[in-house]
């Protein structure tokens, strides 16, 4: 009998993961990563997705479908691996992405490890995607709830992690999976979806870089292209590219943050159209296909929440360069760009 570790979230999509597992067949254990403690992060029981109620939800269902259920320490992993880079991303004048991070060093690293030391065949989770073995090449394609899918963020697979997970939503939409869960009665059923940073629960991503690291980050001024000083932003990691609420500049027009200066601590300001932006350099790339030697016409995100856009993408060596047919709003160091051919990803990685 083959066997998988769930890791269950205490939310319903990893919930109906399981439920499918055990439909098949499989052996299966729940297990939920404990990444932090809510006082690390200066909370006390706020909902995020590794509360101490999504513990006791996971274990619930768990214990719902007759599964062995575990908590796995992660929290050093966890605040070297995703918190500090999310920090020193911000610090260098980047927006970084924890959520790719969290997946790629921790569900199928260090789970994954766990996994092999535990001998079982497959880690689960209730991601919107799929994986399909296509001559003798392991695949990521999107999930066919297109609302939903999460490709995006899952990139960073390699051929051996794609070969030992199961992402069993795929096919499914939302609603699907939400009357599943009422059928079988879990107690997490109707409960709202999990915030995409779950260590910065109120989104004020600022704060919380400067309660954790005990650092203040100094004023400094609003800049045009040309250098001109527009007045005195509030330190330099409360912005990011395309950022135009928040400002406190008025100029007759709407302006936007198009660049951010770490060595002189400016901001620079422009119009929309400065936000346009024709080609990005990534780096850390991670091909799903063989990598190409000669150009590639495909579609492109540089974003999660965001339609692929046409372009051309050159491999040199560990770096990609990708030309887009058409210019695309701000393009943001520290983000994703992933490569779609259809609905299969071709790869990804951190723009520069």
């Known amino acids: 009998m083959k066997k998988a570790i769930i890791a269950m979230s205490g939310g319903v999509d990893s919930s109906v993961a399981a439920y499918f597992m055990k439909q098949k067949g499989f052996e299966c254990i729940g297990v939920t990563m404990k990444l932090y403690d809510n006082e690390d992060i200066g909370i006390s029981r706020e909902k995020t997705c590794c509360s101490l109620d999504d513990i006791e939800d996971a274990r619930a269902v768990a214990h719902k479908l007759g599964m062995p259920y575990y908590v796995f320490n992660f929290k050093d992993e966890f605040e070297q691996k995703v918190i500090d880079k999310f920090i020193r991303t911000y610090e260098q004048g980047g927006t970084p992405n924890p959520c790719i991070d969290c997946n790629r060093y921790l569900k199928f690293e ?22 399909e073995l ?5 695949l990521l394609k999107k999930g066919a709830d297109e609302s939903k899918d999460q490709s995006y963020v899952l990139y960073s697979l390699t051929q051996e992690q794609l070969a030992h997970t199961m992402f069993p939503l795929g096919k499914c939409s939302k609603a699907e999976i939400r009357e599943i869960a009422e059928r079988e009665g879990f107690i997490n059923a109707k409960k709202r979806d999990s915030q995409d940073i779950c260590f910065v629960p109120d989104g004020d991503y600022a704060k919380f870089i400067e309660q954790y690291s005990g650092k203040s980050y100094p004023k400094g001024s609003f800049v045009d292209k040309d250098g001109n000083i527009l007045g005195e932003h509030g330190g330099i990691i409360k912005y990011t590219i395309g950022q135009r609420k928040g400002l406190g500049i008025a100029v007759g027009h709407p302006i936007y943050v198009c660049a951010k200066n770490i060595e002189e601590n400016t901001v620079v300001l422009g119009s929309e159209n400065d936000l346009l932006c024709e080609k990005l350099e990534a ?3 991670n091909w799903m296909i063989e990598p190409p030697d000669a150009p590639v016409k495909c579609k492109a995100k540089t974003r999660y ?10 491999r040199d060596g ?20 992933v490569l779609y051919d259809g609905d299969y990803v071709l790869g990804g990685g951190t723009i520069l």
């Open 134 to 138: 296509v001559n003798g090449r392991y």
């Open 318 to 337: 560990d770096k990609v360069f990708v030309t887009f047919d058409n210019p695309v709003r701000a393009v943001t160091s520290g983000q994703a760009v």
């Open 110 to 131: 260090k789970l994954m490890h766990r996994m092999k030391e535990l001998k079982y065949d497959y880690v689960v989770t209730g991601h919107y995607a799929d994986i």
């Open 305 to 314: 929440n965001m339609r692929e856009v046409p372009c051309t993408a050159t």
């Open 283 to 285: 780096t850390d790339f």
